[in-house]
């Protein structure tokens, strides 16, 4: 038999076994390791709510990414496309009023300067989050860097 028959033949075979077994036996729920079902979605801790346009927040470590003083749902972020932007490029920032993209995005990891933004920092909530009323979920005596301060 030659082997693009053979595939398809294992194919088969391998999908009429897993269809004659019972439901229980192919497919078992997935659990978070909190013991949450991973298909459900996921409440936020502590129900807080992200704010409203407004300053963005100080920073409270030197190199924390600045956090997203706006709502984001909705933006589209993928290959092809980046709604953030539309706001923050080099050559928009002026008339949006937004602040501009910094230029440590546009290095690549051997620190080479690169003439659009680098692939490591194009998905841009990797590290910028937006602002939230959230308070830390565990107590704390964490102070500010003394040069932020």
């Given at each position: 038999?030659?082997?693009?028959?053979?595939?398809r033949?294992?194919?088969f075979?391998?999908?009429?076994?897993?269809?004659?077994?019972?439901?229980?036996a192919?497919?078992q729920?997935?659990?978070s390791?909190?013991?949450?079902?991973?298909?459900?979605?996921?409440?936020?801790?502590?129900?807080?709510?992200?704010?409203?346009?407004?300053a963005?927040?100080q920073?409270?470590?030197?190199?924390?990414?600045?956090?997203?003083?706006?709502?984001?749902?909705?933006?589209?972020v993928?290959?092809?496309?980046?709604?953030?932007?539309?706001c923050?490029?080099?050559?928009?920032?002026?008339?949006?009023?937004?602040?501009?993209?910094?230029?440590?995005?546009?290095k690549?990891?051997?620190?080479?300067?690169?003439?659009?933004?680098?692939?490591?920092?194009?998905?841009?909530m990797?590290?910028?989050?937006?602002?939230?009323?959230?308070?830390?979920?565990?107590?704390?005596?964490?102070?500010?860097?003394?040069g932020?301060?």
């Amino acid at each position: 038999m030659n082997r693009p028959i053979r595939k398809r033949v294992l194919a088969f075979v391998a999908a009429l076994g897993l269809a004659a077994l019972p439901p229980s036996a192919s497919a078992q729920a997935v659990k978070s390791i909190r013991g949450a079902d991973v298909a459900a979605p996921e409440a936020s801790p502590g129900g807080f709510k992200t704010l409203p346009d407004q300053a963005p927040m100080q920073r409270d470590y030197v190199q924390q990414p600045p956090l997203i003083p706006h709502k984001v749902e909705g933006y589209e972020v993928t290959m092809n496309f980046n709604k953030c932007m539309d706001c923050h490029a080099w050559s928009r920032y002026k008339e949006s009023g937004a602040t501009k993209v910094s230029l440590t995005h546009f290095k690549d990891r051997d620190g080479g300067e690169l003439s659009n933004i680098s692939p490591r920092r194009y998905f841009c909530m990797q590290c910028h989050v937006p602002q939230t009323d959230a308070r830390p979920l565990v107590g704390n005596q964490f102070q500010r860097a003394d040069g932020l301060r």
